[in-house]
């Protein structure tokens, strides 16, 4: 700006005067002083610029002297571009503009994800769909050849695996539990039948007491009954105590420990069935022709059928150790509530507190409280 200025003064021409002569030398020191006060100008107003910034409204700053043309007007976008650089700004909004619209046309990674993500998600959705197919298609071919399996051998037409033990055991385990179900149903009836005798003892007692009372010539009568049916209803609720444990242990027995043996064996049949369903698909795929497509699926049979095989031993295994646990189990248990049963049954009837006191205390037997049966105060608020 300083060379344009000085260049510019330099070829400036000289006005002559009237006579032919040039400018005086005070002329020209006021042309040399005009020169460097606008340059004391300009540097003021640059320092100005570089301070508080450039005024937005003004368009230009004249620093041209004399006559001076466009060439001495400095545009004010360059001093903007002065100031952003000494300031780290950039240099107008409309580069910023710029930038950001190249960013927003730029574009990113997370559009191809959101992209792939129904993708991923369609996939997902077909593999489970074709899961299940798979899933129902291996169920319904075993569910036909263990039906055509059952109808083949229901009409003689089939032959099945027998394990003759295996099966002896299992008959005798099903009918001890039909019958220890009727002892089982004996039994509650024998409790409900006692229990109602008890609370008719326990009322007769009650009656008898309150006519001892209002009838002084039977006084004593009536209070010797009184006492001797109150006697009878308290070991009453003794042999109640030891009935119903009896009850219980044999509830226990029937509907737990056999049940869950005879779920084993219902299981143990299944893999019967369908050992001998795919043993008999192996035996019809082996006495046909053996071309290439049928040795495939003999060998696919074969497979299967090992398979089945070993499931079927498994649970064989499983089944004769349940067995046997639940003889030595029924045993020790049947003893111990037998005893029971038949020593509380003996010494009630035979008047003995004493004895059916103990009786339950070695078995372990505890009598729960008169009234606990019923609700607390607080769990009838």
């Not at 004010?76 to 571009?81: E, L, Q």
């Not at 039994?187 to 008719?200: C, E, K, P």
């Not at 698909?281 to 074969?302: C, H, K, Y």
């Amino acid at each position: 700006m300083t060379d344009s200025i000085m260049s510019k003064a330099a070829t400036m021409e000289i006005p002559i005067n009237s006579n032919g002569d040039s400018r005086t030398l005070a002329e020209d020191d006021g042309l040399e002083q005009a020169t460097k006060i606008h340059w004391n100008l300009d540097e003021k107003d640059l320092q100005q610029v570089m301070v508080s910034g450039p005024n937005l409204n003004e368009t230009s700053i004249v620093s041209g002297g004399y006559g001076g043309t466009a060439e001495g007007i400095i545009p004010t976008s360059s001093i903007k571009d002065l100031r952003s650089k000494c300031r780290g700004i950039p240099p107008s909004q409309s580069a910023t503009t710029r930038i950001a619209s190249q960013a927003e046309q730029r574009p990113g990674p997370s559009m191809h994800h959101s992209n792939s993500n129904p993708s991923m998600t369609e996939e997902a959705t077909r593999g489970i769909a074709v899961e299940k197919f798979d899933t129902m298609k291996k169920w319904s071919i075993n569910t036909y050849k263990c039906t055509k399996q059952m109808f083949s051998e229901r009409f003689g037409r089939g032959s099945r695996t027998v394990d003759l033990e295996l099966e002896a055991q299992v008959d005798v385990l099903r009918e001890t539990k039909s019958k220890y179900e009727n002892i089982l149903r004996l039994a509650r009836d024998l409790t409900n039948h006692f229990y109602n005798m008890v609370q008719t003892q326990q009322a007769l007692g009650d009656t008898f007491a309150d006519l001892s009372q209002k009838s002084p010539e039977l006084q004593d009568e009536f209070g010797y009954n009184a006492e001797t049916q109150k006697l009878l209803c308290k070991n009453g609720e003794t042999l109640l105590g030891a009935i119903n444990f009896f009850v219980s242990s044999i509830n226990t027995l029937v509907h737990k420990t056999m049940e869950d043996t005879l779920m084993t064996i219902k299981m143990y049949e299944n893999a019967r069935l369908e050992f001998d369903a795919y043993r008999a698909d192996l035996e019809e795929l082996s006495a046909g022709p053996r071309d290439a497509n049928t040795m495939v699926r003999i060998e696919f049979a074969q497979q299967q059928y090992q398979v089945q095989r070993e499931k079927y031993e498994r649970l064989r295994s499983d089944v004769s150790i349940k067995l046997k646990f639940l003889e030595e189990n029924k045993v020790k248990v049947m003893h111990k509530q037998l005893l029971l049963f038949h020593n509380a049954i003996s010494a009630y009837f035979a008047g003995n507190q004493q004895q059916l006191e103990q009786t339950l205390r070695q078995f372990h037997v505890k009598l729960k409280p008169p009234g606990s049966d019923k609700p607390s105060w607080l769990e009838e608020q």
